[in-house]
């Protein structure tokens, strides 16, 4: 039973006679990275009914002339053309190979006559780009990899880009954030299809938290789009890095622009996807990280040396980024990094105690690993083992983005910027 009752009923109505709600296409394009491909392969190609999954019929189309290359050269062959997309209730488009060439137009016309037909679109990590070249993202909600999302949003203005979200569904239009997140919606996928108890079984055969909480925040750099080196903003945006640890707030950086606040929000957010006041608050954020990591100052300190008016606001942005308190981030990142080097002793036996106590602190916090990485997002306790991660648990609770929808998890409720 579909746990999205409201909306499935719907959806089931409006499929074409042809099509079948349990028939899912992957759509592949040469170039494509084998990892987000193979994501929708596992989730939907395997058979793992006896672990209390239900079946869906996969067929691997060539959305382009054979042989299809990809990572490391090697080379596939799908089973499937285009005309295979005619039969599916789903078609999932796992990745592009360039966020800057246009996809074939024979498989825009396919993706567009599947969704005039009732099917389901997915587009995983760049496979947005597609969904947005054949026009399917055109006035709805959108995420990709946060990297990529500011080309997406410049090349696609009529597309609300939120680089938050590890995933967005828009009912019959779904699109995920980079590789893990593919997982994510494919998961939701089958919850919304047969329920959690089915989405919980196949999470715990691959190995995965049946949910992650929060966004893409946590994993966003500083970096900014190669395309803004060329803009007249890119003076703006470099003088506002350089001068975090002042307090200035966006009228100064329109003023620095010679542009009217309004006209300045709109060029911004054409060039980054991003409001600039959430940017500008995302950077504070990330340089408070970063003194906290590597220097001895106070969280008051910090909160001056990063812009912001004071340690509470510093304390209430760092909590909505990151999910815990500056206090608590250094804490848990400097019992990771112990100074007497006990992280680098032969005794792997203790190191794997240490990591244990640790890492369930870091879960919790949604915080990220020394060096790069994230700590397991699943909500560990202190004391549990990892075994634990991956038993049943009940459905969150939370709001919708649409009134009589219910909600999506890995969305939250708050507009773009």
Known sequence: MSQDSTTAPEAARKLSGRRRREIVAVLLFSGGPIFESSIPLSVFGIDRQDAGVPRYRLLVCAGEDAPLRTTGGLELTAPYGLEALARAGTVVVPAWRSITSPPPADALEALRRAHEEGARIVGLCTGAFVLAAAGLLDGRPATTHWMYAPTLAKRYPSVHVDPRELFVDDNDVLTSAGTAAGI???????????????????????????????????????????????????????????????????????????????????????????????????????????????????????????????????????????????????????????????????DHRLEIAEQRQVEPVGA??????????????????????????????????????????????????????
Not at 249 to 269: I, K, N, W
Not at 322 to 329: E, R, T, V
């Open 184 to 346: 994510d919606l494919c998961l939701h996928i089958v919850r919304t299809d047969h329920g959690a108890e089915a989405a919980g079984a196949l999470a715990r055969r691959l190995v995965v938290p049946a949910r992650r909480s929060g966004g893409q925040e946590r994993y966003l750099d500083r970096s900014l789009p190669e395309e803004i080196g060329a803009d007249p903003l890119a003076e703006v945006v470099a003088w506002a890095l350089e001068h975090l640890h002042e307090q200035f707030d966006v009228e100064t950086l329109a003023a620095r622009a010679y542009m009217s606040r309004r006209t300045f929000d709109r060029r911004f957010r054409s060039l980054t996807g991003s409001a600039p006041l959430q940017w500008l608050i995302t950077q504070r954020v990330l340089q408070a990280q970063r003194l906290l990591e590597t220097s001895d100052y106070s969280v008051d300190e910090v909160a001056g040396r990063c812009g912001f008016r004071s340690p509470v606001a510093l304390r209430g942005h760092f909590r909505r980024q990151l999910g815990s308190s500056p206090a608590a981030y250094r804490a848990a990142y400097r019992a990771r990094r112990p100074q007497n080097g006990s992280a680098e002793r032969g």
């Open 364 to 417: 919790a916090l949604g915080m990220r690993r020394p060096g790069g990485g994230v700590f397991p997002s699943a909500g560990l306790e202190p004391g549990k083992p990892d075994s634990d991660l991956y038993l049943p648990r009940l459905p969150e609770q939370g709001g919708s983005r649409n009134p009589g929808r219910p909600a999506v998890p890995g969305q939250r409720d708050r507009p773009v910027g």
